[in-house]
């Protein structure tokens, strides 16, 4: 008789090693006896299961010999990764752990509970989960994220690999689904890490150069759940747009309305202004805005910016300004406790939409948020970033069907966001409405004509309840922080001339001084990462030591001379923190 001789232990392991996937099963039904009633041995003499209803198995017709001979990482298979959704009895799973170095790191997601456990009763998995190179992944979104943004280093200094078992397909469709998530997870986090990666010194600079401004012009903290009664309009700059800001300038109902700072032209065009506006975006583009913004039309309109704005758009901004701390900069662990500090996303739309769920608004109606062309328009008229001549690049663009059945155009990026918003639009408690205008599908709203969303009272709010939030967000401009820093650049700057100093000495003798070597590199990175002050405007300088720390093999000469160029980077930005943030005073 077949049977499951490592599937207690394996489950006894994940309530130490992986309580997620312990809680995950222990929450699931499955029929006990149907796993000893799959589990056989086929026609070629191997381990096999039980496809649904049929005598034949999963490997009947696609042996494992021929299904994962290609599954082996070849390229950096060092500093890599192997996400594997669906694992079978252990076949492709097998293949990768025993071909692959113990720093190689694989990723299982099995959204069948009876085939996980088929899987965990045919081999011993603790000292691979252990060794935390292998790790194993509820079906769960949130959950699936979180794993793959640990994967920073294998992004940068590898590859991901995603294997979708072809043997596991032949169960369910819920694989291929499941192989889909997986993939829009590894490209949003692509995106997002690119953006960190390429950019987090322009954001994080842009952060330091606006740091004492956003200390002084107030607090959203106090606007917690402050939105009730106020149904809330975001209005986007997506070419249907246009369709629609003119009838609601004539009738725009009692709503509070907001828009991004780039949409402000447009709307100035329909003469419809919003009750606020956002600003998100840190690089120079931003700037045009002023070429098409007249300041009568925003002077009396509040902007609440992202700390890492260019600091050129806060200073010719005519109206009200109010900070809005974002995650991943010096607000993730300076303003912690203090003040409300956002996780923004990408995309202004996404950032108004969780800024207003936690505002505590009664419901959001989308206007103009299309995330595709139309038309061959890529926004509304008046916008910097129109496309006038597009022309269909198979490289850039992505052809979809509206939810007419009509065929459109989006971009990578488009998808991402709106994917990041969706997923956004599920948690909020209360009814989102979309003014539907010919774009991509926004799962979670309910599509509606304009008259539609009058009728249903998509543009209302409680008596009074607008006037009321706006007259406590212009309080909130009052709330100033105080906060006292000292400077330790002079302390950073010793303490890495004198390990600079111990590594020169080491690296004379470099191949028999590896492990010292390694060591000594390794106090540098605690060292880096011990000061929350400075750690978010070292994010690169972070990444550039793991890659000496954690990807590579044997240390040459050369890298040295990386280890120095770091070094000189860290002190140089540590001293321009202490110019713009702490008070030299203190020291």
């Known amino acids: 008789m077949i049977g499951f001789p490592f599937l207690k232990d394996n489950i006894e392991g994940f309530k130490e090693l992986c309580p997620p996937m312990y809680m995950w099963l222990s929450s699931q039904n499955y029929e006990a006896e149907e796993l000893n009633e799959r589990l056989f041995e086929n026609s070629h003499g191997i381990l096999d299961w039980r496809l649904d209803g049929q005598e034949k198995g999963m490997f009947d017709e696609m042996t494992p010999n ?22 079978n009895v252990g076949y492709g799973l097998n293949h990768v752990l025993s071909n692959s170095p113990d720093s190689h790191k694989v990723i299982v997601l099995e959204p069948r509970p009876e085939m996980l456990l088929a899987c965990l009763g045919q081999t011993d998995y603790r000292p691979f989960v252990r060794s ?5 992944c509820p079906p769960d979104e949130n959950y699936l994220y979180e794993i793959i943004k640990n994967l920073d280093l294998q992004f940068i200094y590898g590859n991901i690999h995603l294997r979708s078992d072809t043997a596991s397909r032949q169960l369910g469709p819920e694989y291929a689904k499941w192989a889909r998530i997986c993939r829009d997870k590894l490209e949003n986090f692509s995106l997002e890490l690119t953006t960190l990666r390429y950019r987090q010194d322009v954001m994080v600079g842009n952060e330091l150069r606006n740091f004492r401004r956003a200390m002084s012009e107030g607090s959203l903290k106090p606007m917690e759940s402050r939105g009730t009664g106020v149904g809330a309009v975001i209005l986007g700059a997506g070419p249907s747009l246009a369709d629609n800001a003119p009838a609601l300038k004539e009738e725009r109902g009692h709503a509070l309305y907001t828009t991004a700072l780039q949409t402000m032209p447009v709307l100035q065009r329909y003469g419809l202004k919003p009750d606020l506006c956002m600003a998100l975006d840190f690089d120079g583009s931003m700037r045009k805005i002023y070429d098409r913004l007249d300041p009568e ?4 309109v509040p902007l609440i910016y992202s700390t890492k704005v260019d600091p050129y758009v806060l200073e010719h901004y005519p109206g009200p300004t109010i900070p809005l701390w974002t995650v991943g900069g010096l607000g993730t662990y300076l ?3 203090r003040e409300l500090v956002l996780d923004a996303g990408g995309n202004v739309s996404l950032t108004l939409a969780r800024l207003l769920r936690w505002l505590g608004v009664g419901h959001i109606t989308l206007v103009g948020q299309d995330f595709a062309w139309i038309n061959q328009r890529s926004h509304a008229e008046g916008h910097h970033a129109t496309n006038r001549n597009f022309e269909f ?16 155009i989006s971009t990578p990026q488009y998808l991402s966001a709106k ?7 599920k948690k909020a408690p209360f009814p989102v409405y979309n003014v539907y205008g010919g774009g991509a599908p926004i799962e979670g709203s309910r599509r509606m004509t304009l008259q539609e969303a009058w009728a249903q009272g998509a543009f209302s709010s409680a008596p009074g309840s607008v006037e009321r939030f706006m007259d406590e967000l212009y309080q909130c401009r009052t709330m100033n922080h105080t906060m006292q820093i000292r400077p330790e650049s002079h302390q950073w700057s010793n303490s890495l001339r004198h390990i600079e100093k ?12 590896q492990q010292e070597i390694h060591k000594a590199l390794q106090e540098v990175d605690f060292f880096v990462k011990q000061n929350p ?3 978010p405007y070292l994010f690169n300088e972070t990444l550039n030591l793991a890659g000496l720390t954690r990807a590579k093999a044997k240390y040459e000469p050369r890298d040295f001379g990386e280890f120095k160029r770091i070094s000189k980077s860290i002190i140089k930005k540590v001293r321009e923190v202490d110019r713009f943030v702490c008070d030299t005073q203190a020291a």
Request: aromatic residues 8%; proline residues 4%; hydrophobic residues 35%.
């Open 66 to 87: 021929v299904l994962y001979r290609d599954w082996i990482p070849q390229n950096k298979p060092h500093t890599s990764a192997t996400l594997i959704v669906g694992c």
């Open 132 to 136: 935390k190179k292998l790790h194993f």
């Open 297 to 300: 039309f925003a002077r009396d």
């Open 335 to 337: 303003m912690k406790g």
């Open 393 to 408: 690049n198979p490289a850039k663009h992505q052809k979809l069907r509206n939810m007419d059945g009509q065929e459109i």
């Open 419 to 425: 994917r990041d918003l969706e997923e956004d639009l």
């Open 502 to 513: 111990r590594l020169g000495k080491l690296f004379r003798n470099c191949n028999n001084n």
């Open 533 to 535: 002050v400075y750690l």
